[in-house]
């Protein structure tokens, strides 16, 4: 095992691999920029070390710096997280020609699955049903409106070296492909450096649903069954779930099986995602790999009892996988809620702020993955996702209610977030049962974001939110006068909420 291991990344993720070397035993060095000096995971690290100005391209994205602090504190190993570096083949092989370990697959695996072109090529040869398309990127648009013709409309032109819905778009014409195909390389090309696009069949109202893998260093592959990633927003995941309520234990099985045989096609080891559309038939189509830990791997540990990011280490290591593929069935259903530094009512335009007051959910079956605290700065150099609630309960109704219990509890005072769009969702009947494609929240946005039409809840809300402000001044005037400082200020920089804030806390309940 590892004596030390660097974390090159921030927030919630740094610290989940901060308690998962805590509990191995191994010490562990954060990195930080000027911006996350206050960060919660530069205070629970053994070390931390300032890497630079608060861009990432001038701190997060410097792999050079990174590996120089691992060798200067004596570090064994850098775990990437994800985002960042995490998915940069130059980055992990940089890792091992300075004499280091990076926790996570091989340069070359990066490199055969990094390029969603390549990952077609090798996921055809390997027998892996794939979506209808091409498996180089395009030329021009005369070329793409050939490709285009022979699959039919609508078809789906994305990024080959991207994710997360850059340099994707939908195009159901002929006569909105040469603009589409400009667009879409524009966009990827601002985003990934790399402006290649492909094309493939667009397939209509499908279930985004991905298997998850570990793979040891001496040839044992297993799948840990799948989850459900439906809940998007501009391809962007907001809430996911595992098991899927459209994947039955023989679908399961033959999604795990592909699974696996992408991996070993790719030479994989350690932990990985392979990403698949599901229709309405149960024919699946393998989309790309993810070669890092998912934002929401916490849902599969829960239901599989297994600490993924633990194993990570432990692969990295050199330990061999000691449990056999039969010894892993689901038990019972997770959900997880990206909470996130967006106004849903403003169109998710993204918060800034201090976190004046932060009220954590807790009780039977309850997880939070956070990388804020009562007074932390929100900003606008890094995502917007402030943390991970994750619930576990026996069945998936539990679950649901189990997580609308939890938003209720959770309280960010000073940014807006995502939380009342959350609760919505968890109240929306087709998400209660479960009826849900990758369509689904674009659809039923409009509905959900729909303001509280109760007059009774609106007017409560417009007073209680009255009185809180005439409080709040009736109460900081004398103090501004013999101090210079408001009651609400005061409070917040000792770390504690002031009265006002739990007051208008409850005052957004009741709205």
């Known amino acids: 095992m590892f004596g030390?291991?660097?974390?090159?990344?921030?927030?919630?993720?740094?610290?989940?691999?901060?308690?998962?070397?805590?509990?191995?035993?191994?010490?562990?060095?954060?990195?930080?920029?000027?911006?996350?000096?206050?960060?919660?995971?530069?205070?629970?690290?053994?070390e931390a070390v300032n890497i630079g100005p608060p861009p990432a391209a001038q701190s997060y994205l410097l792999g050079d710096r990174l590996i120089e602090v691992a060798l200067r504190t004596g570090a064994d190993a850098i775990h990437p997280g994800y985002g960042f570096l995490s998915e940069r083949a130059w980055f992990a092989r940089a890792v091992r020609d300075a004499g280091l370990v990076f926790i996570g697959p091989p340069a070359e695996s990066i490199e055969a699955m990094g390029s969603k072109t390549a990952a077609r090529q090798l996921a055809i040869a390997a027998g892996v049903p794939v979506v209808p398309g091409t498996t180089e990127a395009l030329r021009d648009a005369d070329e793409a409106k050939v490709i285009a013709d022979t699959f039919g409309y609508p078809v789906l032109l994305k990024a080959a070296a991207g994710g997360g819905g850059k340099g994707m778009r939908v195009v159901r014409s002929a006569h909105e492909l040469a603009?589409?195909?400009?667009?879409?390389?524009?966009?990827?090309?601002?985003?990934?450096?790399?402006?290649?696009?492909?094309?493939?069949?667009?397939?209509?109202?499908?279930?985004?649903?991905?298997?998850?893998?570990?793979?040891?260093?001496?040839?044992?592959?297993?799948?840990?069954?799948?989850?459900?990633?439906?809940?998007?927003?501009?391809?962007?995941?907001?809430?996911?779930?595992?098991?899927?309520?459209?994947?039955?234990?023989?679908?399961?099985?033959?999604?795990?099986?592909?699974?696996?045989?992408?991996?070993?096609?790719?030479?994989?080891?350690?932990?990985?995602?392979?990403?698949?559309?599901?229709?309405?038939?149960?024919?699946?189509?393998?989309?790309?790999?993810?070669?890092?830990?998912?934002?929401?791997?916490?849902?599969t540990e829960l239901v599989m009892g297994l600490d993924l990011?633990?194993?990570?280490?432990?692969?990295?290591?050199?330990?061999?996988?000691?449990?056999?593929?039969?010894?892993?069935?689901?038990?019972?259903?997770?959900?997880?809620?990206?909470?996130?530094?967006?106004?849903?009512?403003?169109?998710?335009?993204?918060?800034?702020?201090?976190?004046?007051?932060?009220?954590?959910?807790?009780?039977?079956?309850?997880?939070?993955?956070?990388?804020?605290?009562?007074?932390?700065?929100?900003?606008?150099?890094?995502?917007?996702?402030?943390?991970?609630?994750?619930?576990?309960a026996p069945t998936r109704a539990l679950a649901v209610a189990r997580m609308r219990r939890a938003l209720l509890e959770?309280?960010?005072?000073?940014?807006?977030?995502?939380?009342?769009?959350?609760?919505?969702v968890m109240d929306h009947p087709a998400f209660m049962s479960g009826d849900i494609t990758i369509q689904w929240l674009e659809q039923t946005l409009p509905e959900l974001m729909r303001p509280v039409s109760d007059p009774t809840a609106l007017r409560l809300a417009a007073i209680a939110a009255a009185l809180v402000t005439h409080a709040e001044r009736s109460a900081a005037a004398p103090l501004r006068a013999s101090v210079g400082e408001s009651t609400t200020d005061a409070a917040s920089s000792s770390g504690q909420p002031s009265w006002a804030a739990l007051a208008r806390r409850d005052a957004l309940r009741t709205s």
């Not at 509990?23 to 000027?34: H, I, M, P, R």
Request: aromatic share 8%.
């Open 4 to 46: 030390k291991v660097l974390i090159a990344n921030r927030g919630e993720i740094a610290l989940r691999v901060i308690r998962a070397c805590q509990e191995l035993g191994v010490k562990t060095v954060a990195v930080y920029s000027d911006a996350d000096a206050q960060a919660p995971h530069v205070r629970e690290a053994d």
């Open 179 to 299: 603009d589409a195909l400009a667009s879409a390389q524009r966009e990827a090309r601002n985003a990934f450096g790399d402006d290649a696009v492909y094309v493939e069949k667009y397939i209509e109202g499908p279930r985004h649903v991905e298997i998850q893998i570990l793979a040891d260093s001496y040839g044992k592959v297993i799948h840990l069954a799948e989850r459900e990633c439906s809940v998007q927003r501009r391809h962007q995941k907001m809430i996911e779930e595992a098991p899927s309520v459209a994947v039955s234990p023989e679908l399961r099985a033959e999604m795990g099986a592909t699974a696996v045989a992408a991996a070993r096609a790719a030479g994989y080891v350690n932990a990985g995602t392979c990403e698949f559309l599901l229709d309405k038939s149960g024919s699946f189509y393998f989309l790309e790999m993810n070669t890092r830990i998912q934002v929401e791997h916490p849902v």
């Open 309 to 392: 990011v633990q194993w990570q280490i432990r692969i990295a290591a050199g330990e061999p996988l000691p449990f056999a593929q039969k010894d892993f069935h689901p038990r019972g259903w997770a959900i997880e809620c990206r909470i996130t530094s967006e106004d849903p009512s403003n169109g998710f335009l993204p918060s800034t702020g201090r976190v004046e007051y932060l009220n954590v959910p807790s009780g039977p079956g309850v997880r939070w993955d956070g990388g804020i605290e009562t007074g932390s700065e929100i900003g606008l150099y890094y995502d917007p996702m402030l943390a991970k609630l994750i619930v576990h």
């Open 410 to 424: 959770l309280t960010i005072d000073g940014v807006e977030t995502s939380r009342g769009f959350h609760l919505r």
